[in-house]
């Protein structure tokens, strides 16, 4: 239990030192980037279309939300739209490592004051899916194994026919003039 708690304080820690540095980066990047307000967040043009569309489906999202800091709340709303990211790449990329830190950081929104039950119903969907791909992957290999070990019996059956074949014609072949005489 202990270990899981470590783990948060990790992610959070590590997540919102890069996320606190990428703001507090060159001040002539910053004013080049405008950042927009939706719903009391301020966000990145390329940003405003999902954080529109997270409050119009999940109006009460940050009823309860805490934080008056602009800067926090730009961190817990970064940290949201990384999570939705997240939750939408392909099984193949997510390791079992960024399921647990989804989770990691759904409890840190959580603990904000978001009310993000929607988002935890949707990382459990992706991790039965998680789990499902990696049993069916399981199930592959040892199919594929066993077909391995078919084809070879296979390739062994045909060595066997053919020397059968080879002593059968051999066995057929009439004895010739001299072979009798």
């Avoid at 910053?30 to 950042?35: A, G, M, Y």
């Avoid at 194994?145 to 066995?171: G, N, R, Y």
Wanted: glycine share 2%.
């Amino acid at each position: 239990m202990e270990n899981q708690g470590e783990k948060k304080f990790t992610w959070v820690i590590k997540s919102l030192s890069s996320w606190l540095s990428y703001i507090y980066s060159d001040a002539s990047e910053e004013s080049e980037i405008e950042s927009m307000d939706v719903n009391g967040f301020q966000v990145l043009p390329s940003q405003v279309e999902s954080v529109r569309l997270i409050f119009k489906r999940h109006p009460d999202i940050a009823v309860e939300f805490r934080a008056k800091n602009q800067h926090l709340r730009n961190a817990c709303m970064d940290f949201l739209l990384s999570l939705i990211e997240t939750m939408c790449q392909s099984l193949e990329d997510l390791s079992n490592e960024d399921l647990v830190e989804a989770d990691i950081a759904l409890t840190y929104l959580k603990d904000a004051g978001f009310k993000v039950d929607w988002l935890e119903k949707k990382l459990d969907i992706v991790k039965d899916k998680k789990e499902k791909e990696q049993s069916s992957l399981a199930r592959l290999q040892e199919m594929v194994d066993s077909l391995l070990k078919l084809k070879q019996h296979c390739s062994d059956l045909d060595a066997l026919v053919e020397k059968e074949h080879e002593e059968l014609s051999d066995t057929r072949t009439p004895m010739s003039f001299d072979d009798v005489v």
